[in-house]
């Protein structure tokens, strides 16, 4: 494809916690003959598999002789290789050589087995632990005021940032959601204050009251938190006091390409249909798709290689954010959680969670 310079470095997001399947998608690989799940993670192949009642993410390539263990049979001691039966366990250490029973496997006979965990209903993996992150906040999920529904992942031919970005663009509305989300005669957009805490980029959006959009429509004051770098939840505030919350994180698959995990939740109307609610974001997404997948490059360019203006604030200092931690991360995992520690707050809000003042200055 031959772009000048990477902008982002994508090696920094091997230190965070990325959803890669959801739990049903591994118990239906391994309801159909114990097979474990394969996937792709920043570009690194990944066999899935739960194994003795832990969730294991072992490097998808057998240290003997290099077939994917992804087509190997899950069991309950570990993960068995197709080709010559070798057993994995989900530390990676191998087992069993079938073909040398008496053989005492020394330690360094392994697989990388990188961390993985549920959460959410869904599989997180860490490539890199050598950094203390988290998995992101799901703030409606296990939430009794809220019934939340699991949207089906979606692939994209686009970075994760780039569709993180997407998510949080308050310009788009009004042209690509002309009468779903937006109104094409006020194109105006106000210019949210944004704040960095706690690993989180947090901005309200007022949208104006005079759009005509359908009831199922989420579009409602929303306070945004995204948890850098690529997880997002809304949460929408009607006049009657109900709440909605649209959760999304994109996983970054491989270069130019990102697979979203998402729910939609709601206070209102918790024993009613959850169609509509899913039909409703999949027009929402269908309108998406024919500009994101039309953006070339799929990758975020440097700066100079597009013109952003005042009403683009919230990709600006995501940017900014995601372009500085990729440099920490060319330093060292101490820079980066530095970078990542860093607080700026613009806006006059105050939160539960604000770290005490001697941190909150701005780094980086
Ligand atoms: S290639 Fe896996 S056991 Fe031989
Ligand atoms: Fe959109």
Known sequence: ????????????????????????????????????????????????????????????????????????????????????????????????????????????????????????????VRLDSSLDTRIPGCPAFGDAAFRCVAGEPYTWPTSAARRLENFVDLAHFPFVHDGTLGDRRQPLVPIAKVDRLNRELRFRFVPSPEMQLPGVALMAPTDYRLWVPFTVNLEFFFPDGERSQLWMSASPVESGVCRSFWFTCRTADRDGPDQPHLDFQALVLSEDLPVIEAQEPPEIPAPAEEYSVRTD????????????????????ADALARCLDSVRIESDRTFDDMPPAASASAAG
Request: aromatic share 8%; proline share 3%; glycine share 8%.
């Open 313 to 332: 604030k919230v990709s600006i200092a995501y940017r900014r954010w995601l372009k500085e931690l990729s440099k920490a991360a060319d330093e060292d």
């Open 1 to 124: 494809m031959g772009t000048s310079t990477t902008f982002l470095n994508e090696r920094a997001w091997r230190y965070f916690w990325h959803p890669v399947c959801t739990v049903a998608e591994l118990r239906a690989a391994a309801a159909d003959g114990n097979r474990p799940l394969a996937v792709t993670l920043l570009g690194e192949r990944l066999a899935v598999a739960e194994i003795g009642g832990r969730v294991a993410a072992l490097k998808d390539r057998c240290i003997h002789r290099s077939t994917k263990l992804s087509v190997g049979r899950v069991e309950a001691g570990g993960l068995r290789c197709a080709y010559h039966g070798w057993l994995y366990g989900a530390d990676g250490r191998c087992r069993e050589i079938p073909s040398m029973p008496e053989h005492s496997i020394p330690d360094d006979c392994r697989v990388a087995a990188h961390d993985a965990a549920i959460e959410y209903d869904l599989v997180w």
